[in-house]
Antibody, heavy 122, light 107 residues
Framework: QLQMQESGPGLVKPSETLSLTCTVS??????????WAWIRQPPGKGLEWIAS???????YYNPSLKSRVTISVDTSENQFSLKLDSVTAADTAVYYC??????????????WGQGAMVTVSS | EIVLTQSPATLSLSPGERATLSCRAS??????LAWYQQKPGQAPRLLIY???NRATGIPVRFSGSGSGTDFTLTISSLEPDDFAVYYC?????????FGPGTKVDIK
């Protein structure tokens, strides 16, 4: 059974870079052309898709964050990662990694990590 | 970017009642719409994909319908476990977008 787990610092200072990694277990990140995703949720608010990547490195970004975001994949470690530059308090959120049900395009997310709370504060 | 709006923002119902949640897209998305349930402190759970297909393990009391710009999630008879926030999400084009959510609470 595929599982996903986010990891990274829970506290980031303003203007610094937020870095998170999602480790996939119970299956290979390279097995099919899923677009693995990062999604975030500020406290008490709704869901926001950040970016997606497939095992070949093809990427899609949310235009509202594109200038600050980098998503990457490491197939040898069965992981994919998120970097968000120049963070502010508005980037405080629970960050989820997720896998869509469908391959080869944007999908509906049927497998989620438990979420990682990241607070931006000095 | 495709904007999704959900109504109502809050739905106050009693167990056993029928819940009808709406999601409207700013342009046609065919049937590329999903519904999620989220409870406090938990990740969202996929309920319905591609407008009307129940995800694995989802009870039959959850059903989805619609196409184009107007979609509905129906919970035929609310169970105590169903009181949560529900989000819709489109996958027809990038960027993927979510609706703002409908909270179903106990009347």
């Amino acid at each position: 059974q595929l599982q996903m787990q986010e990891s990274g610092p829970g506290l980031v200072k303003p203007s610094e870079t937020l870095s998170l990694t999602c480790t996939v277990s119970g299956g290979s990140i390279s097995s099919s052309s899923y677009y693995w995703a990062w999604i975030r949720q500020p406290p008490g608010k709704g869901l926001e898709w950040i970016a997606s990547i497939n095992y070949g490195g093809s990427t899609y970004y949310n235009p509202s964050l594109k200038s600050r975001v980098t998503i990457s994949v490491d197939t040898s470690e069965n992981q994919f990662s998120l970097k968000l530059d120049s963070v502010t308090a508005a980037d405080t959120a629970v960050y989820y990694c997720a896998r869509p049900k469908q391959i080869n395009r944007g999908g509906s997310f049927d497998i989620w990590g438990q979420g990682a709370m990241v607070t931006v504060s000095s | 970017e495709i904007v999704l709006t959900q109504s109502p923002a809050t739905l106050s119902l009693s167990p056993g009642e029928r819940a009808t949640l709406s999601c409207r897209a700013s342009q046609s998305i065919s049937t590329y719409l999903a519904w999620y349930q989220q409870k406090p402190g938990q990740a969202p759970r996929l309920l319905i994909y591609d407008a009307s297909n129940r995800a694995t393990g989802i009870p039959v009391r959850f059903s989805g319908s619609g196409s184009g710009t107007d979609f509905t999630l129906t919970i035929s008879s609310l169970e105590p476990d169903d009181f949560a926030v529900y989000y819709c999400q489109q996958r027809v084009s990038w960027p993927l977008t979510f609706g703002p959510g409908t909270k179903v609470d106990i009347k």
